[in-house]
Every structure is written in structure tokens, then in C-alpha cells.
């Protein structure tokens, strides 16, 4: 351990910037700011004088993750952790550290091995950005440990030399797969910091050319663009405190990437320069905001643009066509557009505070989304998403420089390298390889080393292989099932023994395989879809009832299905029927069970009433199926009004229920 007595006046100073961010903000306790206290004489005893490989001194860097954190919120224990994340895990157990910092530390190491591993370029293509996105969010969900991450890589691509350097892995990882995490957590606004300063070490000429693009539309610099939004901002804010209208302001000009992204799907950069108003009080009052707003762009000789005015808000109109009523997600905003003298524009929004938190934090934010239907519920993105990832099991590797999406077929089957080749490509006449070669990280130290195992050996997440060794004649009916661990290698292995592989397509990759049978299976399915939704349809038209839209869902279960053939997830259904002789034959199987396990839904809201709604369900008859629908309209708090049901041919019932809605 390097030692350093007397701490210099630079890492003493950003000590006390740090101290002071923290009591600024107010978001302390005493005791973590001790724990604090104590990870800065740590780290001094630790680093001492080191330098990272760019000459900054470690403790330097280390101390501007730390304020970095602090700036964007975090706690004291988060900024400890900022400090230390560089120090031996069993050097701060030695040193008593605080449980939570050491926790936060090894779950940093971790996601990090994932992050650093070797792919063979200088940045992730978008489909090895993608795998490892998901990867590293299904081994990571707590938010504290993706800040950690985040502020690192953050102050490393701020520091990192403007010349002689490649990219590398650091600005791609902080593009592709850092920032869409923080995004997924609701930490938008960090999300972009990042995104920004790591496109920009990824492509300076492209980061340029837009920057350019927002400034010419600005007709201003971004220093310049902000000045003049704070500006105009103060003078719009004294009009409204002068009418009454308690509010507050922000503003700001978009960032380089939202705006290439913008830009990249064809739309009109309208909102390089942008504010927004959100109002301490009622909808009633945003229309008073909107006409003193209005009065004053106009006083400051900004003309409004009507083409782009719309108005998202429920209850109060400004004259068609500019009311269009919230979005369907549920977000609430006036919005008007301006232009100045040299037709610049300038986006202005008008909102609550409860729409303004709506639109952040609720179901109408970009970070989350929200399942429509009766129940409602939003769900957070990043934790949905990590939830079904650890459900189904993935594991990844690496082979040919390609990420590889490895699928356990049952909860608790081992993974094993001979997998990988089935997974991989299915074009080595189903040969199963003697031995392969791996590249491996080791998770405590992080080191790499190669080894060669048996194809029986377990295969460990985030293994590159390197070379698979072929012996001759070694076929799949020499393989046992029990040696298998994924979908693809069990799919393929049990139709070969079974005779009904189909030889054209050893030589289709396992993933082109179960997009074929998705889509062969996915024609069937839409046929018989629109069947049923005509005959739902004709039914209702028949009995007298009114319906402008039909509302169709179909419900069955994909597992069942897939047992039906002799798989045991959706995934192996498809990918059986994609790899089959006899494709027609499971497809058959498949349909008859979606027949006999399915549900037809039509559903108007009455138009004299909109608390009410008429809900009609034809349904397969099931025992239990109508007791099944009741429960589960009493478990969502639905008032159930009137309920009626009658067979239909086919072992078909038609069921009406009425219910209350809110």
C-alpha cells in the first residue's frame, strides 16, 4: 500500500467542494458523511501518488467521480464508494468500511468484467451492444452501482486525450449499453451527459456536424443559445409573476445525440432551443400562462408559429384543431412554437406540477412504459425487462467475435461449451467438437487467461472462445441429451433422433431457424385470428349491438402449446418448427391447442355514460372458465353490473358483462 502523509491543496480543495455539494443540497447524514470522511484517508493511503496511464493522478480522478456523484444527487455513501471503488475489497473489509460502500464496490467489479471483455474490435457493433446490454442489466438492477459505473466512465471519457487514442471499448460501452441503462432507471438527464461526451470520442466528425446542424438552426452558439433562453426565460417570468401565475422555469438546448436520433428518423428539429413553464396551480391557469407567454414572445419579437401549437391537456380548450386531448400514455402539456427575427426556433411548453410529474416519473415518460387493459399498471423498464431476462435464464458468449445468446432449456440446466456450437451455427452437420479453446476472465482479479476444457465442461458466462477442436465421425446420435443444456443443441439433438430434422437446414444458424417457424407459425395464427374477430363481430352485429371498434385480443398459452410438440418453452416451439421436416405437422398441433385455449374480447365504453363499459369474451369452453372471469374482474376492483352468457357452436360461449370503470 503507497502512502501519502500530507495530502496536496488540489485534493483537499475537491474534498471540500465535495462537502460543500453535499450540505448545499441538503441530502446528508452525518454519519455518512464520517463514512466519507474516512474513504478519503483511505484512498490517500492507498494510491498515494499513482498516476492513471494519461499522467491525471489517480486520487485526482477518483476525487472527481466522487463530486461528480454528489452533483448529480447521489448520497455520501455513493460518493465513498466513488472513492474507494479502485481499493482491494479485502483492504476495505481490513479497514472497516462501511458494509453498503463494499457492496456497491464488488457489484461494480462485477458488471465491469462483462463491460471490459475482449471482443476483437475497438467498439461494439449493434448487435454485440445489444447482448451485452441485456447481459449486464440482467446481472445488475440496483440503480447505485449503475450511477457508480456511470460517473467513472463519465470523468474517464472527459479526461481521456484529444489525441493518438482510439476509442476503445470505454465510449462504446458508455453509448451503447451505460446509458441506455441510466434511461431505463429515469436518470434521463445523466443518461445524455454520458451519451454526449462518450459519441463524441466515438465519432468526432459526425458529433461536430450536428453540433453545426443545432447551431445553425440556433443561429447562435450553445453558450451563446443558452445565455439567450436564460434571458428570455427571466423576462417571460416576470410577465407571469406580474399576472399572478405562481411557476417555475427551466430551459435548455438539445443535446447532440437526441437530436441525431431526431434527425435519423426524419422529423423536423423544431426544439434545438426549448423552455419550459410548470405551473403552481390549475389547468385554468396554463391557459393564462399561455396568453401571457404569447404576449410577451410577441413584445420580444418572436412571432408564434399556429402549424405547431398543440394542446395535450383534458378540460380546457384553445380552439380546434389545436386540442387534441392527452396522449395515450397519459401525458398532459400545452405546447407553442415560436420564431425569432431569423426564423430561429424556440419550443416552449406549459404545464402542472402534477402533469409535469406525469410526464417524468409516471406512465408518460420515455423511460417507462405501461401495459393498456384493465388492470393498468406501470411497470419500470429497466426492472421489467431484468425480471424476464433472470426468468428465462440467459447466458452469453463470445465465439468469432460475436455475442451469442445462450438459453437454458429447463430452470437449473447447466450450460456447456458443446452448446455453443449448436447455438452458434447448426452448419457443422450436427458434429459435436472433442475440445475447444477458452478465453477467460477471472471475476476476482480480472485477469485473463486461455485454457482448454472438454465440450462437457460447464460454460461460464462472458467465455470467449477461442477454437473448437473437430474429431472425426463423432455424429449427434453419439451425444447424450443429459450433455446438452440449451434450447437450440435440445431442439436439434431430439428432432435428429427423431427423424425429422430437416436436412436442408443443418445449415441454418439456430437463431434464422426460430424466425422461420415464428413466421410459418405466425401466417396460421393470423388466419385464424381474423376468423375469429369476424365471427366475434358478426355475432355482436347479429344481436344488435353497436360496436364502431372492435377490440380483439387472443389468449392462450404459449408453454402449453410448446409441451404439445414436445418443447418446453415458446422459444423451442418455434425453433422446432423452424428446423422440421414436417413443419405443417407440428403447426397442426400447435393450433388446436390455441383453439381450445383461447379468448375473443370486444369492448366499448358507453357513450351516455363513460364510467361504464360493455366487455364481451368468447371464450372456449373450459370447466371453470366463467368463475374464472368473475374472479378476476373482483381481483382488478371492477364493479360487476350485469352478466350474462349462451354457447355458440363449437364449444364456444359468448359472455357479456358490464361493469363500472371507475
Not at 495530502?7 to 480543495?13: G, V
Not at 468526432?204 to 446542424?213: Q, S, V
Not at 423552455?275 to 404576449?295: H, S, V, Y
Not at 485477469?447 to 465421425?473: F, Q, T, W
Request: hydrophobic share 40%; with cysteine.
Amino acid at each position: 500500500m503507497a502512502f501519502q502523509t500530507r495530502p496536496s491543496h488540489d485534493l483537499i480543495d475537491l474534498k471540500n467542494e465535495i462537502l460543500a455539494v453535499l450540505r448545499g443540497k441538503e441530502r446528508y447524514i452525518e454519519q455518512e458523511l464520517e463514512v466519507l470522511e474516512q474513504a478519503f484517508d483511505i484512498m490517500l493511503r492507498f494510491h498515494g501518488d499513482e498516476k492513471l496511464p494519461n499522467g491525471e493522478k489517480i486520487t485526482i480522478h477518483l476525487l472527481n467521480v466522487a463530486k461528480t456523484l454528489c452533483e448529480w444527487g447521489c448520497s455520501p455513501l455513493l460518493a465513498a464508494a466513488g472513492l474507494l471503488h479502485l481499493v482491494p475489497i479485502k483492504e476495505l473489509e481490513e479497514e472497516n468500511i462501511n458494509q453498503y460502500v463494499i457492496h456497491l464496490i464488488k457489484r461494480k467489479a462485477a458488471i465491469g468484467i462483462y463491460l471490459f471483455t475482449p471482443i476483437g474490435s475497438d467498439k461494439l457493433s449493434a448487435r454485440e451492444a445489444r447482448y451485452l446490454y441485456k447481459m449486464c442489466l440482467m446481472q445488475e438492477g440496483n440503480r447505485d452501482v449503475w450511477l457508480l459505473e456511470a460517473a467513472d466512465q463519465f470523468k474517464a471519457l472527459t479526461t481521456l486525450s484529444e489525441f493518438g487514442k482510439r476509442p476503445g471499448l470505454l465510449a462504446s460501452r458508455g453509448y451503447h449499453v451505460t446509458s441506455p441503462i441510466l434511461s431505463g432507471f429515469d436518470l434521463d438527464d445523466i443518461a445524455v451527459r454520458l451519451e454526449n461526451i462518450a459519441f463524441l470520442r466515438l465519432d468526432r466528425e459526425e458529433y461536430e456536424r450536428i453540433e453545426a446542424k443545432i447551431e445553425d438552426t440556433n443561429k447562435r452558439t450553445r453558450i451563446m443559445a443558452l445565455a439567450h433562453l436564460r434571458t428570455l426565460t427571466d423576462l417571460v417570468s416576470d410577465e407571469l409573476r406580474k399576472g399572478g401565475i405562481p411557476h417555475r422555469a427551466q430551459f435548455d438546448v438539445k443535446s447532440v445525440t437526441r437530436t441525431m436520433k431526431k434527425i435519423n428518423k426524419g422529423e423536423e428539429l423544431t426544439d434545438a432551443s426549448r423552455f419550459r413553464f410548470i405551473i403552481d396551480g390549475t389547468r385554468k391557469q396554463c391557459l393564462e400562462a399561455m396568453e401571457t407567454i404569447i404576449n410577451a414572445m410577441e413584445i420580444l419579437d418572436y412571432t408564434e408559429d399556429l402549424r405547431e401549437r398543440k394542446n395535450y391537456v383534458n378540460g380546457i380548450s384553445v380552439g380546434q384543431p389545436y386540442d387534441e386531448g392527452p396522449k395515450p400514455n397519459g401525458y398532459e402539456s400545452l405546447h407553442l412554437h415560436f420564431r425569432g427575427e431569423h426564423n430561429e426556433p424556440i419550443n416552449v411548453q406549459i404545464r402542472t406540477e402534477a402533469m409535469h410529474e406525469m410526464a417524468e416519473l409516471g406512465s408518460a415518460s420515455h423511460g417507462r412504459f405501461k401495459l393498456n387493459g384493465l388492470m393498468g399498471v406501470a411497470f419500470d423498464v429497466a426492472q421489467a425487462e431484468r425480471t424476464k431476462l433472470l426468468d428465462e435464464g440467459r447466458r452469453y458468449g463470445l465465439y468469432k467475435g460475436n455475442l451469442y445468446r445462450l438459453i437454458p432449456y429447463q430452470s437449473g440446466a447447466r450450460i456447456k461449451l458443446i452448446d455453443l456450437l449448436f447455438a452458434v451455427s447448426l452448419d457443422e452437420g450436427l458434429r459435436a467438437p472433442a475440445k475447444a479453446t477458452i478465453e477467460r476472465i477471472n471475476p476476482v482479479t480480472g485477469e485473463i487467461y486461455e485454457i482448454m476444457l472438454p465440450v462437457s465442461a460447464p460454460l461460464e458466462n462472458g467465455d470467449h472462445i477461442l477454437s473448437l477442436k473437430k474429431p472425426r465421425g463423432l455424429s449427434t446420435s453419439r451425444v447424450r441429451a443429459n450433455q446438452l443444456g440449451t434450447l437450440p443443441a435440445l431442439v436439434a439433438y431430439a428432432l435428429a433422433r427423431a427423424g425429422k430434422l430437416d436436412p436442408e437446414l443443418i445449415k441454418v444458424r439456430s437463431s434464422s431457424a426460430q424466425k422461420r417457424g415464428e413466421a410459418a407459425l405466425g401466417i396460421r395464427f393470423t388466419d385464424w385470428r381474423n376468423n375469429q374477430k369476424n365471427r366475434l363481430s358478426s355475432l355482436l352485429k347479429g344481436a344488435g349491438e353497436n360496436i364502431t371498434a372492435l377490440t380483439f385480443g387472443t389468449t392462450f398459452s404459449p408453454l402449453r402449446a410448446a409441451k404439445a410438440i414436445g418443447m418446453n418453452s415458446e422459444a423451442g416451439m418455434h425453433l422446432a418448427i423452424g428446423l422440421a421436416g414436417k413443419r405443417d405437422e407440428l403447426i397442426n398441433q400447435v393450433m388446436n391447442v390455441v383453439r381450445t385455449s383461447s379468448t375473443a374480447v370486444a369492448f366499448k365504453v358507453l357513450s351516455d355514460d363513460a364510467s361504464y363499459a360493455d366487455l364481451w369474451l368468447m371464450v372456449y369452453d373450459v370447466p371453470g372458465t366463467i368463475s374464472s372471469v368473475i374472479n378476476l374482474l373482483a381481483r382488478q376492483n371492477l364493479q360487476l353490473f350485469h352478466f350474462s352468457s349462451r354457447p355458440l357452436p363449437g364449444n364456444y360461449s359468448l359472455i357479456k358483462i358490464r361493469v363500472k370503470t371507475r
